[in-house]
């Protein structure tokens, strides 16, 4: 699988002239596979607010379920100089500031709505952090108004007690950068 993604991904970087230096993948984690990209102009594989690499990596993820017959994409997360690490570091940071105000006003937290795969690293970070074991998350919500729901484990909260960020289409943006969480281009 390793050579195929670099084979690819050679391919789709040259035919959109971006330029690159190196082409890494890390396959050690069973869940996912990392790819990581060097480039001297990291701004151009990124775009604007990730779209940029975003399409790529559905690129990617497309041509390989073509091309292995497979009813389902491999999950994979390009990385540009650093800059996804960058955001997922952001987001558990985030987390764990939420974590302390949990427990300390002993309520439920909403975090700002998210894409998918930064629930997915919310909803990882809190379970495998051993300083994050007395706490739970929850996903509430549909399409782009997802987000995670950070609380105690024990019951001593009452069910709609949480502090849900407003999510009011045109004040969301207002509220996610507040909170930090903006410029999350997954």
Excluded at 22 to 30: A, F, L, R
Excluded at 51 to 70: D, G, Y
Excluded at 95 to 102: E, G, I, P, Y
Aim: charged share 35%; with cysteine; hydrophobic share 35%.
């Amino acid at each position: 699988m390793k050579q195929l993604i670099v084979d690819i991904l050679t391919e789709l970087l040259n035919q959109l002239k971006l330029e690159f230096t190196e082409i890494k993948v890390d396959e050690s984690d069973e869940s996912m596979i990392r790819v990581d990209i060097e480039s001297p102009k990291a701004s151009r594989i990124i775009g604007w607010h990730g779209e940029t690499i975003n399409s790529i990596q559905h690129t990617l993820k497309s041509i390989i379920r073509t091309q292995k017959k497979t009813e389902r994409s491999p999950f994979i997360v390009l990385d540009v100089d650093g800059y996804r690490r960058a955001q997922e570091e952001k987001v558990c940071r985030i987390t764990s500031q939420k974590a302390d105000f949990v427990r300390e006003k002993k309520t439920r937290v909403a975090l700002p709505p998210m894409s998918p795969y930064f629930r997915r690293i919310v909803h990882m970070f809190v379970s495998n952090n051993e300083g994050l074991q007395d706490l739970t998350t929850e996903s509430i919500g549909e399409g782009d108004y997802r987000q995670i729901v950070l609380k105690l484990k024990e019951g001593s909260i009452e069910e709609g007690e949480e502090l849900a960020p407003i999510i009011k289409s045109d004040e969301k943006e207002a509220v996610i950068s507040e909170e930090g969480f903006d410029n999350l281009d997954i």
